[in-house]
Each structure stands twice: as C-alpha cells, then as structure tokens.
C-alpha cells in the first residue's frame, strides 16, 4: 500500500474537469460496464488525477453478475471491498463521510429495497459535490444523494498535498491474487 502522500493529486483545473465529466454523463442511461457507479467514480477519478483507478474492470462485464464475477476473479467479495482496495492501493486516504469534500469517492448504502434494482449490490459508488453526492442509480441514470447516505469516503488530494501531477500512474496496480 501507498503512503497517504502518495496518492494521485487533483491536476491544475480539476473544478472545470470534474464539471465537464459529470455534465458529459448527466443525461446518460444507466448500463452496467458502460455508465454504472464504478465506472462513474472511475471516470471522475481521470478526469480530476489523470489516474483510470478502476481500468482492469473497464469492457469485462455487461451485467450485474458479470460485475460480480469480475469482482470475484479479482479476489473481492463485493463492490465495498474493491473500492477499499484499489483506492486505498493508490493511496487514496479514507476519511470521515460527512468530511468528504467536492470530487472525493464516496460508497453510498442503498436502501435495502433499491439494492435489488441495482443487481442487489448494497453500495453504489459515487461523487462528493457541495454537501451531497452524485451517483448512478439503476433505472435513475445520475442521481443525488444527501452525505448522510456516504458510508465512507475517500480523499482525492490536493496539489500541494499529492504527487505531483504527471508523476502518477496511468492505471491502478494489479495485485496479485487481486
């Protein structure tokens, strides 16, 4: 695991590039491998750091169980756990949900009745805005959610307090047996 220091910081215009990938997904319908929650958090994450966190998902599933069985080849046992592992892999420092600042990854409890229309996953993963969070929702497209539904949260640091921009890696690491 990284340093909490090292992980990928904000590039220069992060505001307008966040703007512009969630304006880009507004309209989007929900599909999973496509337009879903991890993909979602995985383009926010490009477009503020650079970094494609989630790439060896990217084009590997088309439905909730392909999601799943990705997930299970990768050694996790549910969308929670991957997030945990690959942000945190990247050094990306889990703070307090309520703390979580405009363009941290959230992890969003859904209601136990909505989890079944999300291919029965209990979490979606999404973005912090200015005191709520933007999540794809099944059958909802992007949808707002209060902090208050945050489970947990992850910090995407600042210039000053991450690697310098250029300096990250391209994708997420592999580990192995994950």
Known sequence: MTGKNDAPARIEGWEGALLRAIEARRQARFAWGRFDCCLFAADVLLAITGVDAFAR????YRSSGGARRVMKQAGYGDLLEAASDVLGDLGFEEVAP???????IVAIALAEGNAGADGGFSHALGVAMAGDCLAPMHRMGLARR?????????????????????????????????
């Open 57 to 60: 998902f990217r084009g590997r």
């Open 98 to 104: 309520l703390s979580a600042r405009r363009g941290d």
């Open 146 to 178: 209060p902090l208050t539904h945050v489970e947990r949260a992850w910090a995407v640091p600042f210039p000053s307090r991450g690697r310098p921009v250029g300096e990250a890696a391209a994708t997420a690491p592999a580990r192995e047996g994950r």
